[in-house]
């Protein structure tokens, strides 16, 4: 019986910014201390995105440029481009169409997709779903976030948490029974309360009195959130792993959205796995919002194997969440 076409990740790559912000730095900044974040939070510094006229696509391009010449793939041969995002350039056009024309996939359609830290598994589902109808070829979907542009940096409960990255993956047809085998989407508004940056949009377009006040930078209610994200984060590892019948010795790693160390540790613990099999970067980068998974990828695809089996974890503002199971095919 010929096996179902499934969407497989075929080459990843990351891009950070040269400049590091380190904890060290940010005790000059705010009121905090170096042991006071690393205790909470797992973090030691974070890139940061420096210049003027410098969007998320900058970063974005660099990640998606890597990784068509790390796969050899011709930008003309790429089907669809997805980005997913919470800092695009500007509201239009998308940040996707930015990235698509710079690297040349001229014969390309693409569009932003927004889900907050849980964005990069929406898209790549997502771009799945055009690989599996036999619509698309070649999709690339691309993480990236500029989280410093929407963070107040004398606000010592966020600014410290964030940085900027872009990571970005290559999903073609794979008949061997490896990709991505399954998945668990979901969401829920009620916690636009918790997790939200209150001017910017059309309810409340920016203004010299909103600026003044500080209203467009991102305001989280940390304790909620983090009792929230733990709870969904590993709720999908144990509902793939009990979907698909797995067990701890079964998966070679989680990759987990990198909110902070103490979530990580809840998930494995949860998972039953232990924390070497748990994918960590957050340390050198901080959470870089939709980057995170696909820069994760990036950091450990030389301890990746064919045949590996992974479970992608994440969750985010609105609130959303997402995760998926895949098989590692490269």
């Avoid at 006229?53 to 481009?81: C, F």
């Avoid at 050198?284 to 450990?300: D, E, R, S, V």
């Amino acid at each position: 019986m010929t096996k179902p076409i499934r969407a497989a990740i075929a080459g990843v790559h990351g891009y950070v910014p040269d400049y590091i912000l380190t904890n060290a730095e940010l005790e000059k900044m705010v009121n905090t201390t170096d042991e006071w974040i690393t205790t909470r939070t797992g973090i030691k510094e974070r890139h940061i995105l420096k210049g003027e006229n410098q969007g998320s696509s900058v970063m974005g391009i660099e990640a998606v440029r890597g990784l068509l010449e790390k796969t050899h793939t011709d930008p003309h041969d790429i089907d669809l481009l997805i980005c997913a995002t919470i800092t695009p350039d500007m509201p239009t056009p998308a940040t996707g169409n930015i990235i698509a024309h710079a690297v040349g996939a001229v014969n390309a359609f693409s569009y932003d997709l927004q889900a907050a830290c849980s964005g990069f598994v929406y898209a790549m589902v997502t771009g799945a779903q055009f690989i599996e109808t036999g619509k698309c070829r070649k999709v690339v979907v691309v993480g990236v976030d500029k989280m410093s542009s929407m963070v107040d940096y004398e606000d010592r409960t966020t600014c410290i948490l964030f940085g900027d990255g872009a990571g970005a993956v290559l999903l073609t047809p794979n008949e061997a029974g490896q990709g991505i085998m399954d998945s668990v989407l979901g969401g829920d508004g009620a916690g636009e309360e918790h997790l939200h940056q209150k001017v910017g949009g059309s309810r409340r377009p920016p203004s010299h009195a909103t600026i003044d006040a500080k209203a467009h930078y991102l305001y989280q209610n940390g304790q909620v959130v983090f009792k929230i994200a733990v709870s969904k984060m590993a709720e999908i590892v144990e509902e793939i792993m009990q979907r698909n019948h797995l067990s701890s010795d079964d998966i070679a790693f989680i990759v987990p959205h990198q909110a902070n160390q103490r979530i990580l540790s809840v998930v494995a613990q949860r998972a039953g796995v232990s924390m070497d099999k748990v994918m960590i970067n957050i340390d050198k980068f901080g959470n870089t919002t939709a980057a995170t998974i696909p820069l994760c990828l990036w950091q450990y695809e030389s301890q990746l194997k064919p045949g590996d089996r992974l479970i992608l974890t994440a969750f985010g503002g609105g609130f959303t969440w997402g995760g998926a199971y895949v098989i590692w095919s490269q």
